[in-house]
């Protein structure tokens, strides 16, 4: 079965908060695919630095991806959170407290009925988190 990827959509800043998660969580960003560099360079001549396309491997095999709104009206994210799920209290604490730097924390990271951690956060590009930390059984 095929699993989702998150694709975030930014308003000028995707490469910058591309680098801000490979760092804040431990992954490594594998594509910055700029607009100029692209096929569509021509349907971007007035945003040459767009990011058409970015792909950021996280431990475990995971992707995040996104790409700049472009030509596109930016209207931020709705309606969705990027939830992160770890194995550890530490590492939830580590991945909580490395997002957080210039966010809104929503929720501080506190023992909820179905993880020893949790929070949520709104990060300074506009991106909600929601971080477990050791998920208990159901």
């Known amino acids: 079965m095929p699993q989702p990827i998150p694709y975030l959509a930014f308003d000028g800043t995707c490469a910058e908060?591309?680098?801000f998660y490979a760092e804040a969580l431990g992954g490594t960003l594998e594509r910055v695919l700029r607009a100029a560099d692209s096929p569509m360079a021509e349907?971007?001549?007035d945003h040459p630095e767009a990011v058409v396309h970015a792909r950021l491997?996280?431990?475990g095999d995971g992707l995040l991806m996104a790409g700049d709104a472009g030509?596109?009206?930016?209207?931020?994210?709705?309606?969705v959170s990027i939830t992160l799920n770890y194995d550890t209290v530490a590492a939830a604490e580590q991945a909580f407290a490395a997002l957080a730097m210039r966010a809104t924390v929503v929720m501080p990271l506190q023992a909820t009925f179905w993880a020893r951690a949790w929070g949520m956060l709104n990060d300074h590009y506009g991106t909600p988190w929601i971080i477990n930390g050791e998920l208990l059984p159901d």
């Open 17 to 19: 908060a591309m680098a």
């Open 43 to 45: 349907h971007f001549k």
């Open 57 to 59: 491997r996280l431990p």
């Open 71 to 79: 030509p596109m009206p930016y209207e931020g994210i709705k309606g």
